[in-house]
């Protein structure tokens, strides 16, 4: 594995930059945390929460698949090298070309889809399960957003490219400023949690579910905003005079549709789990009539998870996603632009180099985020859900299933980091036949299990299990292709990382027994708890591994300039 001169300022600079995301990204994420406790103080795992969270789904799923997938996974390889080959004002031009594709795809897809809705609506019984109206009602809304999220995305991809990270990793916090204003405000202006009434309550959540949908909007024009003028720093301008059908934007077009069947299978994947636990989870009607079984071929089958699944499984989504999201996909976003440049230099060694490195790097906090977030996961749970009528028995059931999550950190964590190498290769093929592969061994695994006395947790499991399949089968295939990746180094860096986790552990349950352990349920409690466990543990952990001599540690700690 070469480890020259030459190489280590191209490492240290993607890690440099993915210090500044991952440090956006955690002010980000913060707030969702917040915005997500106010959400469980707010509407708890009610009808009206479970629609929330469905809802969103397709405005998320659809920026995966344009705005962070299909077109931006394509699009980044080729604007690099618009960049290298051509002059600033074909560059530029491509650029917009490929912007106004976008919207006009984006668009077309919301008018669709908002015909869709309204027939769906219309045709819909009025004594259907209240989550299933409800969640169509609030996707006609926030439909719209569709187009405002995927250009936020594909605008920072642009910025992405000329080494601008910040503006598209902040970009997120406005949409969750805005969600829990609207949230906290609303709670509070509408008494929600003073409210007794089950009925009246009801439908003040749903009023506020409605208000709730209509300002994502608002935060979406806000997101668009925020990134015009570090754009047009860059030299990037919005036009619609250049030619839509061009060499280059056919090319792009062509590469991306094989990432779009692979970002779309995993994300229908996303979608088909939420609406799995969304269909076999007991709710109520829209009488406020409890709904318990189903009847399948003349035989009446009781729901296999409880009500509220949906909301449950979405509180450990989040708290398992919290780290990938700070770490792995900050790693994966700043390490992109550096592969599709070695690639196209055809710097097979730096390439492989960069590689080894990212992944190094992303094992490095996700086997830490794996084992940090079992421990901590019933103190996180009980401090950011235990409000309103959300019950022990509801934070028990999310810690099972968070416990599996979090198991496969490390494995989602890299995923992030493979991908992108295909991706920089121009290998769109592997990644979808991949994708399929795992949503195959997803449903194989969950769906039977769901049925035992795991319940809502087997949707877990089945992620998890598919995930590091995936993972493990794509980095073997990766290292034929390119000629190897150093993975007898790599095993040796994992083994010493997983070391410095089991002391971790030990160092965390033994602290738990110690005189000045701060015992109590409430919540400033869980708050001291928490912390006490963060800093104890992070310690031991980056502690045994500069005394084990792990590469990473220094490398993710350096400075340039020093």
């Keep these: 594995m070469a480890t020259d001169a030459a190489q280590k300022p191209q490492v240290q600079s993607f890690l440099g930059h993915a210090r500044i995301i991952s440090a956006l ?50 699009f980044i390889p080729l604007y690099s090298r618009s960049l290298k080959q051509q002059t600033p004002e074909q560059a530029r031009a491509f650029a917009a070309a490929s912007v106004n594709l976008l919207t006009l795809i984006l668009v077309g897809i919301t008018i669709i889809g908002e015909i869709v809705l309204a027939i769906m609506i219309y045709f819909a019984g009025p004594d259907r399960r209240l989550d299933y109206l409800l969640t169509l009602k609030l996707s006609a809304i926030m439909l719209p957003y569709v187009v405002l999220i995927c250009l936020t995305a594909f605008l920072g991809a642009i910025l992405q490219v000329h080494r601008r990270f910040a503006l598209p990793a902040a970009a997120p916090i406005l949409l969750n400023v805005i969600h829990i204003a609207v949230t906290a405000f609303g709670g509070w202006l509408m008494a929600i949690s003073l409210t007794s009434d089950p009925a009246v309550k009801l439908d003040k959540q749903i009023t506020l579910s409605m208000w709730l949908a209509a300002f994502v909007l608002v935060a979406g024009v806000g997101q668009v905003a925020m990134l015009v003028p570090a754009l047009r720093a860059v030299g990037f301008r919005f036009s619609v005079k250049d030619a839509l059908w061009t060499p280059a934007i056919r090319r792009m077009l062509q590469l991306s549709i094989p990432v779009a069947l692979a970002a779309g299978v995993l994300q229908i994947s996303v979608l088909m789990d939420t609406g799995i636990s969304a269909m076999l989870a007991a709710s109520v009607d829209a009488h406020n009539n409890p709904v318990d079984h189903f009847t399948l071929f003349g035989h009446v089958i009781r729901y296999p998870m409880e009500a509220g699944a949906p909301v449950r499984l979405n509180w450990a989504q989040f708290l398992y996603q919290f780290p990938l999201g700070i770490f792995a996909i900050a790693l994966a976003t700043a390490i992109f632009p550096g592969l599709s440049s070695d690639a196209l230099e055809k710097d097979r060694s730096r390439f492989s180099q960069t590689l080894h490195t990212g992944i190094e790097a992303t094992l490095f906090e996700g086997i830490a985020a794996s084992i940090g977030l079992i421990i901590v996961r019933h103190h996180a749970i009980r401090l950011f859900y235990g409000y309103g009528e959300v019950t022990a028995h509801d934070l028990q059931l999310t810690a099972n299933s968070l416990v599996l999550y979090a198991s496969g950190i490390w494995a989602y964590s890299m995923q992030q980091i493979i991908n992108r190498a295909y991706y920089a290769l121009h290998d769109t093929k592997t990644p979808f036949v991949m994708s399929m592969v795992n949503i195959g061994l997803n449903l194989v695994i969950e769906i039977p299990l769901v049925f035992t006395s795991m319940g809502e947790s087997a949707m877990a499991a089945g992620t998890v299990v598919s995930f590091a399949v995936q993972s493990l089968l794509m980095l073997y295939m990766l290292r034929n292709r390119v000629g190897g990746l150093g993975l007898a180094s790599l095993a040796r860096s994992t083994g010493k990382m997983l070391v410095a986790a089991g002391l971790m552990w030990a160092a965390c349950v033994a602290v738990q027994y110690a005189p000045f352990w701060p015992h109590g349920t409430g919540k400033l409690a869980a708050i001291a708890q928490l912390v006490l466990l963060i800093a104890i543990g992070g310690g031991v952990y980056l502690g045994v591994c500069q005394v084990l001599g792990v590469r990473t540690l220094g490398e993710l700690l350096h400075r340039r300039g020093k």
Aim: glycine content about 8%; aromatic content about 8%; hydrophobic content about 60%.
């Design 25 to 74: 990204t955690l002010v980000s994420r913060v707030f969702g945390l917040l915005r997500e406790t106010a959400l469980a103080a707010v509407f708890g795992k009610s009808p009206v929460a479970v629609a929330l969270r469905i809802s969103f789904i397709i405005p998320n799923l659809l920026r995966k698949l344009f705005g962070e997938g299909a077109l931006s996974a394509a």
